[in-house]
């Protein structure tokens, strides 16, 4: 199997390969800036050929809902439940302790493994649920290097990083195939955008990895926090929307919306564990410090904060007064967290954004990648020596792992592309363009064809062709003489049958109704089945059709070719 490296370049490697076709201006929220995003012309609209009917051509409809995969439905039901507990230096065996009684699972610490980072029974553990699904706090003793793994009536606790802990889970990606999704593409995307805890092992040449498709089963082995992500993703990919977030707490909702809300604040000399107290009192979330992060800087709880501020969104608030300190913010395991530049970079969460509404081909998906590595803070992707990546489960269905304030970024570069798309006239190429002239041949008998030259005119859009009447119209018809062709008679002998081609030179759409009228004078109204839209005969010199309908401009064998 190819390793990941070597696989990226199907999707990933853009910045190459992907020809500018088009550039749409893109004005941004704040109405100052503006981008480019180079976008093939395929991009948002349907690709159509000389025979697609344009103006019927239906755009897709993307919802416009940002949505999000709970953690909690992802998890067993023992674990989800609410609970109300608060734990100041308690040890790890009380915690297991009071796990046991709430959830009513066996809970056993795996001594071996967490002596091995550094952690054992009496280890101290300060945490607080507030009427929170339980494995919010077993997620949060990963920052003591704490993992679990629930097996049957048995919860255990170990150290992370222990490989006896993995699990092999089956998925059933069945419906995904029948969706057109590809087997390689999913193990690429789940490979790209999955962090595995204990990292992944790509398939060797006998087969063996991490990860590996059987027909439409994924057998997957990881631990249970990956096991998760997976679900989550695979789940964001059978239904996606504008954005949907992959393995993200509902608790997070309520802070996103309490980020929006209105603030004020003044602080004189407060000290710094105060204020952020102060804040998430304010505004009624779970905001904590990140004390192993902030270790390695200057600030600490006691550092005196000077800060004032009006009415400003939640958000802005808390930009500017932690942007002083070199500063930013996160959303994990249902918490705020007020943490260091550098580990808000990075903590990515993938997101699955459905685009099938702007890049229906896989030339409009590379396009659409390379213009977001170009736009979204170019610096912070895997091609880049960051950490972010962009990869397509299938065209149109895009998968993004990023820091969540860039998958803002890229939603909000994706919908002011649909609005610039949506005001934009669409330019129809002349290979569509239902009023652009060409010129056919209509090779048909001699007799038939000197009728038509004659009647065609007279019946079929009379207004269109030119004549002393009408010397500006567009349509011409012209009778030439063509090479006879052989035909056998009942006795066994061949007589020479004259031939003629008609040249016409028309708009395109009346093309359309010449060839409908020649196939109702052959046929009547019984059009033998599958005649409908191509004419008899098309392409073929001689028998029933010859060289019959060809596009003198583009050289193509439209509908509508010769047809006696």
């Known amino acids: 199997m190819c390793s990941k490296e070597c696989k990226r370049g199907k999707w990933l490697n853009v910045l190459t390969h992907s020809p500018r076709q088009l550039t749409v201006i893109v004005w941004l929220a704040c109405g100052l800036v503006w ?3 180079s976008i093939p012309q395929s991009c948002g609209q349907e690709s159509a050929g000389a025979d697609t009917d ?4 239906a755009p897709f409809v993307v919802s416009d809902q940002s949505l999000s995969i709970d953690s909690a439905t992802l998890v067993s039901p023992k674990l989800r439940e609410l609970a109300e507990t608060s734990f100041t230096e308690a040890s790890l065996s009380e915690v297991a302790r009071w796990l046991q009684s709430q959830t009513g699972l066996n809970v056993a610490l795996d001594q071996l493994s967490l002596a091995e980072v550094g952690v054992d029974e009496n280890s101290p553990v300060s945490d607080t649920l507030r009427k929170q699904p339980i494995y919010l706090l077993l997620d949060r003793l990963a920052q003591q290097k704490i993992g ?3 097996e049957g009536s048995v919860l255990r606790l170990y150290g992370l990083g222990d490989a006896s802990m993995l699990r092999n889970v089956q998925y059933n990606a069945g419906d995904l195939l ?7 593409d999913l193990e690429e995307v789940i490979l790209s955008v999955v962090e595995a805890g204990s990292g992944w092992t790509a398939r060797d040449d006998q087969g063996e990895g991490d990860l590996i498709f059987l027909g439409d089963v994924l057998f997957i082995r990881q631990d249970e926090r990956t096991h998760r992500r997976i679900a989550g993703l695979l789940a964001a990919l059978r239904g996606p929307a504008r954005r949907v977030l992959v393995d993200d707490p509902a608790e997070h909702a309520a802070i996103r919306a309490a980020l929006g809300g209105q603030i004020s604040v003044r602080f004189k000399a407060k000290p710094f564990g105060a204020v952020v107290a102060e804040l998430a009192d304010k505004a009624g979330v779970d905001m904590r410090l990140d004390a192993a992060a902030l270790s390695s800087t200057k600030v600490n709880e006691r550092t005196p904060v000077t800060f004032e501020l009006k009415e400003q969104r939640l958000q802005t608030t808390l930009d500017l007064l932690l942007g002083q300190f070199g500063l930013s913010w996160i959303l ?22 459905d685009v099938r509404d702007i890049c229906p081909n896989l030339p409009a998906s590379e396009a659409l990648s390379e213009a977001l590595l170009q736009q979204v803070d170019t610096g912070n992707w895997g091609d880049q020596d960051g950490a972010g990546q962009i990869v397509f489960a299938k065209p149109g269905v895009m998968v993004v792992r990023q820091s969540e304030r860039r998958l803002d970024a890229v939603e909000e570069l994706l919908g002011n592309y649909r609005v610039a798309l949506k005001n934009s006239k669409r330019r129809i190429s002349e290979d569509e363009d239902p009023e652009f002239v060409v010129t056919r041949y209509y090779r048909m008998p001699a007799e038939v064809a000197a009728e038509m030259e004659r009647v065609l005119p007279e019946l079929v859009a009379s207004e269109s062709w030119k004549s002393s009447v009408r010397p500006e119209a567009a349509g011409t018809i012209r009778q030439v003489h063509s090479w006879p062709e052989v035909s056998e008679t009942t006795k066994g002998g061949a007589v020479l049958m004259p031939q003629a081609t008609l040249i016409i030179s028309q708009k395109r759409k009346h093309h359309d109704e010449v060839r409908k009228f020649l196939d109702n004078i052959k046929y009547g109204n019984s059009l033998p089945s599958g005649f409908g839209g191509a004419g008899m005969g ?7 059709g010859g060289v019959g309908g060809m596009d003198e401009k583009s050289g193509k064998m439209p509908s509508g070719g010769g047809i006696f």
């Open 538 to 544: 098309g392409a073929g010199v001689g028998g029933a």
């Open 178 to 184: 029948d969706q057109k999704f590809e087997a390689d």
């Open 35 to 37: 981008s480019e995003l």
């Open 54 to 57: 344009v103006a019927n051509s």
């Open 148 to 150: 679990w793994r629930l």
């Open 332 to 353: 994990r395991d249902g918490v705020l967290w007020v943490t260091t530049r550098e580990a808000a970079d990075r903590f990515l969460q993938t997101a699955v954004f």
